[in-house]
């Protein structure tokens, strides 16, 4: 079976074990598709309970695979990692099992390889366990100082390279505050303190390696994203001549609390009006005639979605958007296309901007790259493909493409409208899409038409 099967037959197992309720049967799971679909229903969303079932089971499975992994290719021994209570560092909260939702007082992990292909251990020096993941290691009846007791952790184990997450680079890997960097130095022996080394690469790969898993059930996540999105996108929301770019934005709020869900921000709505440059936001109405664009995402099992659709609200008597809109559309889809061609294992992100753009320009287009990884946060781990406001090298695009992770495709092309009397018009476009090492599919298909809002 290849990995499409397994993400399919993976999502059933994960859907149909979630649920407590035998007699409930379990969606048909969604695979990774090219093509979108217009207007889709939302699918099935899981209780509190069958989410904790699914989010727990992944987890196991990514500390059970994932962590000896990386530890082995990074060539570290130990990795500590130090939260504190609603101050948890990046890492540490995604490996809190569903109801562990917060550090308790200080929570300190501990992965250690013990080498020669044995299990790597997997402590808690803490006042509580963390759901049967990590075995607990500290008793304050015996050691009542926490610090010394993770010391004299170490120094049995003796480790040749201690990882913690500091870096000035990537925030995702600098959760290590400076109190608690000093606290651990001094109860740390002398003979180990030139042990300690950066966890930056342990915490970018742990973040951003997407599991079969967890690949079985993003094509869902996205899918809802996308069937609110075109909801937002219909008559059902806007009604031309009356509603504005503001209460949209607020409708999407409104309608993820219906649905249970969370944004991970606040989504954006504007317009493009023939005669006015720019984004037109806020109270502005929308009209038959503009080209409206969102930018929109959601948190659902502790995956985040991010796509930028565009809508024509079409005018009395049309049918169809007019031919200078569609061709820009088509431009940013070619863009896309240049991108996603220029994925390569161990290629950086910097190298796959400006190969993409380089290929765009030549095909005589105008682009503006910045894509990024996306998965546990909506920005996620891993090398930039550009900003948009540095189309240039950026140190933050410095790292490797790795196979398995997950990516927003964000860009834009610029082109004019002829039928807007030649004014130039930003189609900004934004589809997740997942790279295995070979190729990059998306995860829900991606917009090639301009959805219509009829003005009658």
């Given at each position: 079976?290849?990995?499409?099967?397994?993400?399919?037959?993976?999502?059933?197992?994960?859907?149909?074990?979630?649920?407590?309720?035998?007699?409930?049967?379990?969606?048909?799971?969604?695979?990774?598709?090219?093509?979108?679909?217009?207007?889709?229903?939302?699918?099935?969303?899981?209780?509190?309970?069958?989410?904790?079932?699914?989010?727990?089971?992944?987890?196991?499975?990514?500390?059970?695979?994932?962590?000896?992994?990386?530890?082995?290719?990074?060539?570290?021994?130990?990795?500590?990692?130090?939260?504190?209570?609603?101050?948890?560092?990046?890492?540490?909260?995604?490996?809190?099992?569903?109801?562990?939702?917060?550090?308790?007082?200080?929570?300190?992990?501990?992965?250690?390889?013990?080498?020669?292909?044995?299990?790597?251990?997997?402590?808690?020096?803490?006042?509580?366990?963390?759901?049967?993941?990590?075995?607990?290691?500290?008793?304050?009846?015996?050691?009542?100082?926490?610090?010394?007791?993770?010391?004299?952790?170490?120094?049995?184990?003796?480790?040749?390279?201690?990882?913690?997450?500091?870096?000035?680079?990537?925030?995702?890997?600098?959760?290590?505050?400076?109190?608690?960097?000093?606290?651990?130095?001094?109860?740390?022996?002398?003979?180990?303190?030139?042990?300690?080394?950066?966890?930056?690469?342990?915490?970018?790969?742990?973040?951003?390696?997407?599991?079969?898993?967890?690949?079985?059930?993003?094509?869902?996540?996205?899918?809802?994203?996308?069937?609110?999105?075109?909801?937002?996108?219909?008559?059902?929301?806007?009604?031309?001549?009356?509603?504005?770019?503001?209460?949209?934005?607020?409708?999407?709020?409104?309608?993820?609390?219906?649905?249970?869900?969370?944004?991970?921000?606040?989504?954006?709505?504007?317009?493009?009006?023939?005669?006015?440059?720019?984004?037109?936001?806020?109270?502005?109405?929308?009209?038959?005639?503009?080209?409206?664009?969102?930018?929109?995402?959601?948190?659902?099992?502790?995956?985040?979605?991010?796509?930028?659709?565009?809508?024509?609200?079409?005018?009395?008597?049309?049918?169809?958007?007019?031919?200078?809109?569609?061709?820009?559309?088509?431009?940013?889809?070619?863009?896309?296309?240049?991108?996603?061609?220029?994925?390569?294992?161990?290629?950086?992100?910097?190298?796959?901007?400006?190969?993409?753009?380089?290929?765009?320009?030549?095909?005589?287009?105008?682009?503006?790259?910045?894509?990024?990884?996306?998965?546990?946060?909506?920005?996620?781990?891993?090398?930039?493909?550009?900003?948009?406001?540095?189309?240039?090298?950026?140190?933050?695009?410095?790292?490797?493409?790795?196979?398995n992770t997950a990516w927003s495709i964000e860009l834009t092309s610029y082109a004019t409208v002829p039928e807007w009397g030649g004014q130039k018009v930003d189609f900004r476009t934004e589809e997740d899409a997942?790279?295995?090492?070979?190729?990059?599919?998306?995860?829900?298909?991606?917009?090639?038409?301009?959805?219509?809002?009829?003005?009658?």
């Amino acid at each position: 079976m290849d990995w499409r099967g397994q993400i399919i037959a993976g999502a059933a197992a994960l859907v149909a074990a979630a649920s407590p309720l035998a007699a409930k049967p379990a969606a048909a799971p969604l695979a990774l598709s090219e093509t979108e679909v217009a207007s889709p229903a939302i699918p099935a969303i899981l209780t509190p309970r069958e989410r904790a079932a699914v989010e727990n089971r992944i987890l196991a499975e990514r500390l059970d695979t994932i962590i000896p992994a990386i530890m082995r290719a990074e060539g570290v021994d130990l990795w500590l990692l130090v939260a504190r209570e609603y101050f948890e560092e990046p890492v540490v909260a995604t490996m809190l099992d569903a109801e562990n939702m917060h550090a308790r007082r200080r929570t300190i992990l501990i992965f250690f390889d013990p080498g020669n292909g044995k299990p790597i251990e997997r402590l808690t020096v803490s006042r509580y366990g963390l759901g049967g993941l990590f075995a607990p290691a500290w008793n304050p009846a015996d050691q009542p100082d926490q610090w010394a007791a993770v010391a004299q952790i170490i120094a049995a184990r003796d480790p040749k390279r201690i990882a913690i997450n500091s870096s000035d680079l990537y925030q995702f890997a600098d959760g290590m505050t400076l109190s608690q960097y000093e606290r651990f130095m001094a109860a740390l022996p002398a003979p180990l303190q030139s042990r300690v080394v950066t966890g930056e690469g342990l915490a970018i790969r742990w973040l951003e390696t997407r599991t079969p898993a967890e690949m079985a059930l993003y094509p869902s996540v996205v899918r809802i994203a996308h069937a609110v999105i075109g909801e937002a996108f219909s008559r059902k929301v806007i009604t031309p001549g009356v509603t504005t770019a503001e209460q949209v934005q607020w409708w999407y709020r409104d309608r993820l609390m219906q649905l249970g869900l969370d944004p991970w921000f606040h989504p954006s709505v504007a317009i493009q009006r023939q005669g006015r440059s720019g984004m037109i936001e806020g109270e502005e109405v929308i009209q038959p005639g503009d080209l409206l664009w969102t930018d929109f995402g959601i948190t659902y099992l502790r995956l985040n979605t991010d796509t930028q659709h565009l809508a024509y609200v079409l005018k009395p008597g049309e049918t169809e958007a007019p031919a200078g809109l569609r061709a820009g559309l088509a431009n940013s889809n070619r863009v896309q296309d240049f991108l996603t061609r220029a994925f390569k294992v161990g290629r950086s992100g910097n190298e796959a901007l400006a190969i993409a753009r380089a290929d765009a320009i030549a095909a005589g287009l105008d682009p503006s790259i910045y894509s990024h990884p996306i998965g546990y946060h909506g920005h996620g781990a891993g090398p930039a493909i550009g900003f948009w406001d540095n189309q240039n090298a950026d140190p933050r695009g410095g790292g490797p493409i790795r196979a398995n992770t997950a990516w927003s495709i964000e860009l834009t092309s610029y082109a004019t409208v002829p039928e807007w009397g030649g004014q130039k018009v930003d189609f900004r476009t934004e589809e997740d899409a997942f790279f295995d090492g070979k190729t990059v599919r998306y995860i829900d298909g991606r917009q090639t038409e301009i959805t219509l809002i009829p003005s009658d």
